[in-house]
């Protein structure tokens, strides 16, 4: 038995590639692109593994795709491969369009053909999961309930215009196709191997190094944390028992400001790693120029996921915020491989050219 993870070199799929294969004896294979968000060192304990095989590639490349569909035969896809950070998609939304829409697709129908040439039993037991994001809800208002399933789509970056369209794709290639999908809409993640361009890395990574937290306009809007090790136990429950064709919201249940995000990891900075001139890290905090089309509010209602599923997330934000931020103290190794680009050249002399 096998199953394909695209964009396992990157935070949440490398989690996920790691916590699957504490749990289940099967084949993974890894594919990715290895952008400036991928790193094979994240799973550096797997490399010698016989159970976990590499393939440097990209989902939008139709001949590639489909040779890894023919080759390992998997029973389940599960497609993390995304651009994912909202400022870069406001910056240059090119990658995102390429990679989130044209990528979707072309994998869609690499999996498509593949799903095609099974016999029927294979068929039944075949599916492909998409990891997507709460994001494509769009922003609430402080009195709205949290995001149902039921809510329409109103993405407001191009980042989450890019996720919903690869949403509305793998929805019609269930409608139209009978492909097995079922999609996730994910609150915001956080924990170990967090690229720190994402608000809580960037924030214990900078505080370490005595440079200013920047916070975007108030610092009041909020999300919805969830440690990403819930969220890889939410995507194996839908992988195990989802029904086909249907969307499950994921979410931690912790609305929280951003502003009381910075003040809670500088407390617990304060307590692990006092600074030498004995002040808070919270003095470091800084209000700078908002994000622009800032989304204010996102919140999920976690309760199909939990009814139907039996899943519920194990951590509370303060008991997964407190193992996160030990864990960057104890990783600074992987945060200087990152922050000095290091991981990059083992990429440049693996596979010859940055991508
Ligand atoms: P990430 O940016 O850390 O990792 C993305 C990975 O995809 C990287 O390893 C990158 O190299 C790879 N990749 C990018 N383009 C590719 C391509 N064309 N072909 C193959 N691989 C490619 O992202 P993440 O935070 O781990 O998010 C994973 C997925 O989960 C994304 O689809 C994202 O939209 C979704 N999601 C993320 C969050 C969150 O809080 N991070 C929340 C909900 C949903
Ligand atoms: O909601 C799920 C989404 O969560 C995922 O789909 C995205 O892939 C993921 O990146 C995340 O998006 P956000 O934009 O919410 O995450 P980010 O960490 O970039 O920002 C969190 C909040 O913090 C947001 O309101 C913007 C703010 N922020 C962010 C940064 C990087 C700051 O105030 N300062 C910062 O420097």
């Given at each position: 038995m096998t199953i394909l993870i695209t964009g396992g070199a990157g935070f949440i799929g490398s989690n996920f590639v790691m916590e699957w294969m504490d749990h289940i004896d099967e084949l993974v294979i890894n594919i990715d692109l290895?952008?400036?968000?991928?790193?094979?060192s994240n799973l550096e304990n797997l490399?010698?593994?016989?159970k976990y095989h590499f393939v440097h590639g990209d989902i939008a490349d139709l001949d590639l795709m489909r040779s890894v569909f023919f080759n390992y035969k998997p029973r389940a896809v599960i497609n993390f491969a995304a651009e994912s950070h909202v400022d870069r998609s406001i910056a240059g939304p090119t990658d995102f369009i390429n990679t989130n829409i044209v990528g979707t697709f072309n994998f869609l129908q690499s999996a498509k053909y593949y799903y095609d040439s099974l016999p029927d039993a294979s068929k039944d037991q075949f599916r492909f999961i998409h990891v997507s994001t709460d994001e494509v809800y769009g922003s609430l208002m402080p009195q709205d309930p949290p995001f149902t399933e039921q809510n329409r789509y109103a993405p407001n970056s191009p980042y989450s215009a890019s996720k919903a369209a690869s949403d509305h794709l793998v929805r019609a290639w269930y409608h139209t196709?009978?492909?097995p999908v079922i999609t996730t809409n994910c609150s915001n993640n956080y924990g170990p191997y967090h690229f720190p361009e994402k608000l809580i890395p960037l924030v214990i990574v900078n505080a370490l190094a005595e440079r200013t937290l920047p916070i975007y306009g108030d610092g009041l809007q909020i999300r919805d944390w969830l440690y990403v090790k819930d969220h890889c136990s939410a995507i194996r429950r839908v992988l195990a028992s989802g029904r086909l064709g249907e969307t499950y919201n994921i979410g931690g249940w912790n609305e929280i400001t951003n502003i009381d995000i910075v003040k809670t990891i500088c407390l617990i900075l304060d307590e692990l790693r006092p600074r030498s001139n004995g002040?808070?890290?919270?003095?470091?905090i800084t209000f700078v120029e908002d994000r622009p089309g800032h989304d204010r509010r996102y919140a999920i209602d976690a309760r199909k996921i939990e009814s139907e599923l039996g899943w519920k997330p194990t951590e509370t934000f303060s008991t997964g915020i407190r193992k996160t931020v030990q864990w960057y103290l104890d990783n600074q190794d992987w945060v200087q491989n990152v922050q000095s680009g290091a991981y990059r050249d083992w990429v440049d002399q693996q596979y010859g050219v940055s991508q």
């Open positions: 290895l952008t400036y968000a991928g790193n094979l490399s010698s593994s016989s196709y009978g492909l002040s808070s890290y919270t003095s470091l």
